[in-house]
């Protein structure tokens, strides 16, 4: 009997990502092993792919660009983790293409329970003539939050059975995204929040794919229902702090202007700008979405922001001094 006959098939797609792959592990280390993981890849032959056929996934090739590679994909599948990556081609246009291909694909193939990453739309806070936030791509606020959160509505109007999982900053872009401590014009070690004051929701994006494997173990009680999740909410400043008892260099905190921190310069510099925007000018009603306490709850193993870096402090890039020549 093959492993997809023998028990439910949860299809992940992104199996190779952060979230993705952070479910593929919680699935696979189920004691009770109660699903079978499908890990959906655009390139089932890479290394990573590979390594998860190795650990006991079945590797299908899909690509959400492709509504017919979803729906051979979902065949038979009990459950899907479904999400989107603004980050690889910075077009919230077609992040709702895709979200459309997935919610028609899993509804012609019966899917039974899908959980969605999303986040809000923060035009339903502030709308386009709003002019708190500057308008991006003509249509959005935050381009990558806003895409998502509309596409919330095609898996209601396609009548998938759907958990609306919202995330929380991820702690790994302090090691992937370029998001930690830069030298500032005097050498020092700066943690840039763009938020003044404000917490900030946080979570280990391990910790998203487990939460996501104990919502597919729990079931039905879970579909129609939106549930956020952090692993902590932390000022700028506390996180400089935590960073400062890990990392060899002291480390300080910097809230530029949000207009400052979108004149950086680099791609999505203005929408995640408008992010931090809207999470300090919106932050009780964003905090309270994802209550850390609720979400221990649902995965007991949770990291707090202490427990990340004390696993991946040793992964989180310190830019070396630079030293003057003498002329």
């Known amino acids: 009997m093959s492993q997809a006959s023998s028990r439910p098939v949860i299809s992940v797609i992104g199996a190779t990502g952060a979230q993705g792959g952070g479910l593929v592990r919680a699935l696979l280390d189920d004691p ?68 459309g291909h997935i919610a028609a694909a899993a509804r012609v193939s019966g899917v039974a329970h899908l959980v969605w990453s999303t986040l809000e739309d923060t035009r339903l806070r502030v709308p386009l003539a709003d002019p708190r936030l500057p308008t991006l791509m003509e249509r959005y606020k ?79 009680s879970w579909i129609g229902r939106s549930v ?21 260099e002291p480390v300080t905190h910097s809230s530029p ?22 999470k300090r000018d919106f932050n009780l009603e964003f905090r309270a979405a994802r209550d850390v306490t609720a979400t221990r709850a649902l995965h007991p193993d949770l990291l707090d922001f202490a427990g990340f870096l004390r696993r991946y402090a040793g992964n989180i890039p310190v830019p070396p001094r630079v030293t003057a020549l003498a002329g």
């Open 32 to 99: 009770a092993r109660r699903f079978a993981v499908r890990a959906l890849t655009r390139k089932p032959d890479s290394p990573a792919a590979r390594a998860l056929a190795a650990a006991g996934c079945e590797v299908v090739a899909a690509d959400s660009d492709d509504r017919a590679s979803l729906e051979r994909a979902f065949r038979g599948s009990h459950g899907v983790f479904a999400l989107t990556n603004f980050w690889e081609h910075f077009s919230p246009q077609r992040e709702l293409a895709q979200a």
């Open 142 to 220: 935050v381009p990558h939050f806003d895409a998502k959160g509309e596409a919330n509505g095609l898996f209601r109007e396609a009548g998938v059975p759907t958990t609306f999982l919202h995330t929380s900053f991820y702690w790994d872009n302090l090691i992937h995204f370029g998001l930690g401590p830069q030298r500032n014009a005097d050498g020092e070690l700066v943690f840039t929040l763009p938020m003044d004051d404000a917490p900030l929701p946080g979570i280990a994006a391990e910790d998203i794919g487990a939460c996501a494997a104990a919502i597919f173990q729990q079931g039905g």
């Open 228 to 248: 956020g999740i952090a692993g902590e909410h932390l000022t700028g400043a506390q996180m400089a702090a935590a960073l400062s008892r890990v990392l060899p």
């Open 257 to 278: 202007s949000r207009a400052d921190y979108a004149a950086l310069g680099f791609p999505g510099a203005d929408d995640l700008a408008n992010m931090f925007a809207y």
